[in-house]
T-cell receptor, first 116, second 112 residues
Framework: DAGVIQSPRHEVTEMGQEVTLRCKPI?????LFWYRQTMMRGLELLIYFNNNVPIDDSGMPEDRFSAKMPNASFSTLKIQPSEPRDSAVYFC??????????????FGDGTRLSIL | QKEVEQDPGPLSVPEGAIVSLNCTYSNSAFQYFMWYRQYSRKGPELLMY????GNKEDGRFTAQVDKSSKYISLFIRDSQPSDSATYLCAFLYGGATNKLIFGTGTLLAVQP
């Protein structure tokens, strides 16, 4: 089975540019999560969706960040405008069966984002 | 007090050693306890997953949960260089929420 697929794997761009990160969850998984990982703060949950609906976006740092899930097989995380402090590794994860307790999450290999 | 505390390491051990990785937590609402392993430049992968207090064994790995002390551990027996990675504890609330709370990770190096 294909795992969670993220693109691009690496992104380097200049401050002020728009950045779009993409994620394809595992087929059949109902929940999708966006995380950010830095040395200082570890893994932080930014937002998660159940059945394509955003459930908790309390981790989104500010209005420059937005996330969408137009269908069950695709999600985007957008940063506009980007700032150097947004540099991090961004992970997407998915888990199966909304409503069933305790479902573990499966992670993609991340997008390494550098804002110059 | 942080919700989850994990020793950051780094931890360096010789091949064949027994490794003990630990996390403490403060939130009694956590009902599911996990360990993820993360290799360099890869995403975290689920290693162990348990619901109740006690031990769960899978090959060279044993996960231990003590809900009364709010303490979880991961033991690795006969450690191998291929075990060198960052290990993250993770906690999940029960009920409809799927929100995972992670520890900051412990970097382990197993020396051949």
């Amino acid at each position: 089975d294909a795992g969670v697929i993220q693109s691009p794997r690496h992104e380097v761009t200049e401050m002020g540019q728009e950045v779009t990160l993409r994620c394809k969850p595992i087929s059949g998984h109902n929940s999708l999560f966006w995380y950010r990982q830095t040395m200082m703060r570890g893994l932080e949950l930014l937002i998660y969706f159940n059945n394509n609906v955003p459930i908790d976006d309390s981790g989104m740092p500010e209005d420059r960040f937005s996330a969408k899930m137009p269908n069950a097989s695709f999600s985007t995380l957008k940063i506009q405008p980007s700032e150097p402090r947004d540099s991090a590794v961004y992970f997407c994860a998915s888990s199966p069966h909304i409503g069933e307790e305790g479902q573990p999450q499966h992670f993609g290999d991340g997008t390494r984002l550098s804002i110059l | 007090q942080k919700e989850v505390e994990q020793d950051p390491g780094p931890l360096s051990v010789p091949e064949g050693a027994i490794v003990s990785l630990n996390c403490t937590y403060s939130n009694s609402a956590f009902q599911y306890f996990m360990w993820y392993r993360q290799y360099s430049r890869k995403g975290p992968e689920l290693l162990m997953y348990t619901y109740s207090s006690g031990n769960k064994e899978d090959g060279r790995f044993t996960a231990q949960v003590d809900k009364s002390s709010k303490y979880i551990s991961l033991f690795i027996r006969d450690s191998q260089p291929s075990d060198s990675a960052t290990y993250l504890c993770a906690f999940l609330y029960g009920g409809a929420t799927n929100k995972l709370i992670f520890g900051t990770g412990t970097l382990l190096a197993v020396q051949p």
